[in-house]
């Protein structure tokens, strides 16, 4: 088991030491200097904030318009089951009469035969 550690812990020693080696030459052969490379650096940065105010913006457009859509239906939903339930209610009162005008028509005839 220690060996095991041993051989991880030397594993990330040279991860470590071939990035600062890999740094330090890139520092050494880079084609320009640090000051036109940190300009270069907050040019770009700049246009990623830019880009990402964008895409921001944009998606939050795009959700506004999404909120407003879903109440709308949202809304129709609410008027379309109001008219549902009206309508449904009114059919329930009119075969409720249709149901109690029949038996008091049965219970005519049941008397009548007695």
Known sequence: MENRDKKIAAAALLVFAGGVIGAGLALL???QSGSS???DILRYSKKARSRADEVVDDLAANVSNLVEAIGEK?????E???DVAGSA???LIRLIEEGASKLEKFRTMLSRMK
């Open 89 to 91: 209610r009114k059919d």
């Open 29 to 31: 052969f880079a084609p």
């Open 74 to 78: 949202t809304g129709d939903l609410l």
């Open 37 to 39: 490379t940190r300009k």
């Open 80 to 82: 379309t089951g109001k």
